[in-house]
């Protein structure tokens, strides 16, 4: 069982940045790819990035590719997303999510485990 507590969401005016963190419980946390997605209201979760157990491979939507960069601290049991030049359309309550094994990091089926999601707002 791994529990998920994502931080840092907030609001900030376009062009601006923002760091979220999420915390995993458990002594397991290097066995598992992380990801993060996004929902936003009355759309569907969307894929943002997914890092894998080690921190040297990462991948990541067309949609914040070159904005947003993912690492993870395993010592730490923790995963970070570092989003900049961020716009109104990332506006969206983000996810993160642990996969054990699935070989579809990039659909939220592929994931086992979430956190209960933090807010941000990008105003214009």
């Known amino acids: 069982q791994v529990q998920l507590v994502e931080s840092g969401g907030g609001r900030v005016q376009a062009g601006g940045s923002l760091s979220l963190s999420c915390a995993a419980s458990?002594?397991?946390?290097?066995?598992?790819?992380m990801g993060w997605f996004r929902q936003a209201p009355g759309k569907e979760r969307e894929f943002v990035g997914y890092?894998?157990?080690?921190?040297?491979?990462?991948y990541y939507a067309e949609s914040v590719n070159g904005r947003f960069t993912i690492s993870r601290d395993n010592a730490k049991n923790t995963v970070y997303l570092q989003m900049n030049s961020l716009k109104p359309e990332d506006t969206a309550v983000y996810y993160c999510?642990?996969?054990?094994?699935?070989?579809?990091?990039?659909?939220?089926?592929?994931?086992?485990?979430w956190g209960q999601g933090t807010q941000v707002t990008v105003s214009s």
């Open positions: 999510a642990a996969s054990y094994y699935s070989g579809s990091y990039s659909q939220p089926v592929g994931y086992d485990y």
């Open positions: 890092i894998g157990r080690a921190g040297s491979h990462t």
């Open positions: 458990g002594r397991t946390f290097n066995l598992y790819t």
